[in-house]
């Protein structure tokens, strides 16, 4: 696999009055050149901020250190303000979770896009820019794109809005698009058709996905590998159908148990993860799903399980340490 992005022990940190908020904890991860990676997990695992973090759009609060953060063969831990903007032009464009607040609602369409080809391009034509707007417009599946370019977001429809975000997203032609929940304000047919238009458009430019969600359900349509994350750490990763097939943590194995209409509990109730995800203020000790676990055992809540690898799996779990034969140091 052509690497795009590799992080190696990645960490997010906020400083708050409250103290220091631990939301991205050391992770790593890689994207492959035109790879769809999901990462998995519920509200408050640090998804958006592992993804703010990637294209540095972070408060002053935050910290960041890694010992490598290397995007399309850069290494871009230490950029400045002024790299990092050039870098999110060129190589990374993000859909953010909340739809609205990319849109500006001030402005039409056309202004909207435009901007981003003439700040891509600076000095191209009007008549290019209108020209580029239509087909791109076109090619995320917007009917009468002409017409949509003279309105303003909020006399769209949320499916099409959704696909003018994209639109805007990949005007710069990034080589990797962070696809933030992008599908949860929508409703499930419209749902479905976005995430068919982002394989696609995959597909047709060889791009790399990172798509951010809480759903397993929507990662079984467009992924190709998984990270599953908990409390700031990556807790599981590797291919779909094997996470799918043999989930090696529990924490997977319950999200997996949790999307409806895949598996169903013995009682005939949709199976649900009991307690919630640890304030990264005060994580637990050991394992931090060893409080929710419904395997943990004494070692759980005493020591942090390293990460190990099964087979190009990578999980952090005692269980499967000592399937491994025995502990490691
Ligand atoms: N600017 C910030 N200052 C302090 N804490 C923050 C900041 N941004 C995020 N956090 C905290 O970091 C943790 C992870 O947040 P993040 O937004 O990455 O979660 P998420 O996995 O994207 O959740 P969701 O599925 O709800 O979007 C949360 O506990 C959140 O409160
Ligand atoms: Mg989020």
Do not use: W
């Amino acid at each position: 696999m052509e690497k795009l992005i590799e992080v190696k022990n990645l960490r997010t940190y906020f400083n708050t009055p409250e103290g220091v908020v631990r939301s991205v904890d050391g992770i790593s991860f890689e994207i492959g050149v035109g790879e769809t990676l999901a990462l998995v997990g519920e509200s408050g695992c640090g998804k958006t901020v592992t993804s703010l973090s990637l294209l540095r759009l972070l408060p002053e609060t935050a910290e960041v250190s890694a010992d490598s953060l290397d995007i399309a063969g850069i290494e871009s831990i230490d950029l400045t303000k002024e790299q990092a903007r050039a870098m999110r032009g060129k190589v990374i464009s993000m859909i953010f979770q909340e739809p609205m607040t990319s849109l500006n609602p001030v402005f039409k369409i056309e202004r909207q896009l435009g901007e981003v080809f003439r700040l891509h391009e600076p000095g191209i034509s009007k008549q290019e820019v209108f020209k580029r707007s239509v087909d791109i417009l076109q090619r995320v599946g917007v009917p009468n794109p002409a017409e949509r370019l003279k309105v303003y977001p909020h006399q769209l429809s949320g499916g099409l809005r959704q696909r003018v975000m994209i639109a805007i997203s990949l005007a710069s032609s990034p080589k990797l698009l962070i696809a933030d929940e992008p599908t949860t304000a929508l409703d499930v047919t419209i749902q479905a058709q976005i995430l068919d238009l982002l394989k696609r458009l995959q597909e047709e430019m060889h791009m790399s996905i990172l798509l951010i969600t809480h759903d397993f359900g929507v990662v079984s349509q467009i992924a190709s590998r998984v990270a599953v994350m908990y409390a700031g750490r990556i807790v599981e990763q590797g291919m779909l159908e094997d996470i799918f097939e043999n989930p090696l943590h529990p924490y997977t194995e319950l999200l997996i148990a949790s999307i409806p209409g895949i598996k169903v509990t013995r009682g005939g109730r949709l199976q649900t993860i009991s307690g919630t995800v640890p304030n990264p203020l005060h994580f637990p000790e050991g394992c931090r799903f060893a409080p929710r676990c419904p395997y943990a055992r004494d070692i759980c809540s005493r020591q942090e399980p390293q990460e190990i690898d099964i087979g190009g799996r990578r999980v952090s779990c005692h269980l499967r340490t000592e399937d491994k034969g025995g502990e490691q140091a």
